[in-house]
């Protein structure tokens, strides 16, 4: 199993489409039983690499036509407290303490190439945070934020109502159902892998995602070595708190959610479980710029 797909799909993650039931698109619109109006669901990526902001007008102006918009957690709203709090390592415990010495000093070396700092100073880090922290180190950062964020901030200059559809503590819970033993087997994997083999398995990633391909994503997804509960926690358990809430918002505005596009896809995900409820929903096609 190679490592670099798991934390590519818990972290760019928790991002992706798992489905073959899917016509092609990221975005789909929600409508039917008790919507008066539309509403819509966009399948982000967390990463700042331009190829992912290419969408051609129809999905900013899908934006711009509704009267709010959501998020997985409103970013800009977060208490940073809290944030804080959430990533780092229970009292008495260190990353030097949960590493044998030899594993740490390889960590150290590879924390200072990737990003220019002493692993020393990132101790009491969580190791899932500090794996995310180097795995998005070596992405490119073509934008100046990740596509969520960046919907957020067009959504705030043109006035939008803001919401998150789930609560940052929802998703502290999920990852923290990853015993620390498996995030240290994930970090050390993100420190030993080929360079090369990690660029690799971005860009066959985000070429899957650009090409609406769900058979190729599907595959990505499958090859992981996460245990099932932690991948119900992850996936399963927050799409229906996400469910509930974007259809309350959805039956008081018309909504733009922008969520992971792993939410979306397969049996357990919003479209199946909005299509459960009667809801009718359908991909908008849309095409990237060249």
């Not at 489409?17 to 819509?40: C, D, E, I, N, R």
Request: with cysteine; glycine share 4%.
């Amino acid at each position: 199993m190679n490592l670099t797909k798991t934390i590519l799909l818990t972290w760019c993650i928790v991002l992706l489409a798992v489905t073959t039931a899917f016509s092609q698109s990221l975005m789909w619109k929600v409508s039917g039983k008790s919507l008066k109006k539309p509403s819509y669901l966009y399948g982000t990526i967390h990463i700042q690499d331009q190829r992912v902001f290419n969408f051609d007008s129809t999905v900013l102006l899908t934006l711009a036509s509704c009267e709010a918009f959501a998020m997985e957690v409103l970013m800009d709203e977060l208490d940073m407290k809290l944030v804080k709090e959430s990533m780092y390592l229970p009292k008495g415990k260190t990353l030097s303490g949960l590493l044998p010495k030899e594993d740490f000093a390889r960590l150290d070396s590879f924390c200072k190439a990737r990003l220019g700092t002493s692993v020393i100073f990132l101790n009491t880090l969580k190791p899932m945070f500090l794996s995310s922290a180097l795995e998005q180190a070596a992405m490119p950062t073509d934008q100046e934020m990740a596509l969520d964020l960046y919907f957020l901030q067009v959504a705030r200059d043109l006035g939008k109502l803001c919401f998150g559809v789930e609560d940052y503590a929802e998703q502290i819970k999920a990852l923290d159902a990853l015993p620390l033993d498996q995030q240290i087997d994930m970090l050390m994997k993100v420190v030993d892998e080929p360079a090369d083999e990690s660029e690799k398995m971005y860009d066959s990633l985000l070429q899957a995602y650009l090409a609406f391909d769900f058979d190729e994503m599907m595959r990505f997804f499958a090859d992981t070595s996460l245990p099932g509960e932690f991948s119900t926690m992850l996936l399963d358990k927050r799409n229906m708190v996400m469910l509930k809430k974007f259809v309350s918002l959805s039956k008081t505005h018309t909504l733009f959610c922008a969520v992971g596009a792993a939410h979306l896809g397969g049996d357990k995900g919003l479209i199946a479980l909005l299509r459960k409820k009667g809801y009718t929903v359908e991909p908008v096609v849309f095409d990237w710029k060249k």
